[in-house]
């Protein structure tokens, strides 16, 4: 799986960083760090993470997508 933050739309909530704190870290009050080639075994909390983004600046990607140069089933989740 692939992951894209919208750092522009991210607003620092932090709800992506409490709820995969393996994938995604907050560094300050509002700068986000995150894991662009997060493992599979992270999947589900990674899509916990992306919906629960109120400004939905988190896209995820199928390693299939990932490995056809991100263009094929891509969708913003978060």
Not at 7 to 31: I, K, S
Not at 37 to 60: G, L, M, S, W
């Amino acid at each position: 799986m692939r992951l894209v933050v919208d750092l522009n739309r991210c607003q620092g909530y932090a709800q992506c960083a409490f709820l995969a704190p393996e994938v995604f870290t907050m560094h300050g009050d509002e700068a986000l760090m995150y894991d662009p080639q997060a493992d599979d075994r992270q999947r589900e909390n990674v899509r916990r993470a992306a919906d629960a983004c109120p400004v939905k600046a988190i896209t995820v990607e199928p390693e299939d997508a990932a490995a056809a140069g991100g263009k094929a089933g891509a969708s913003r989740v978060g």
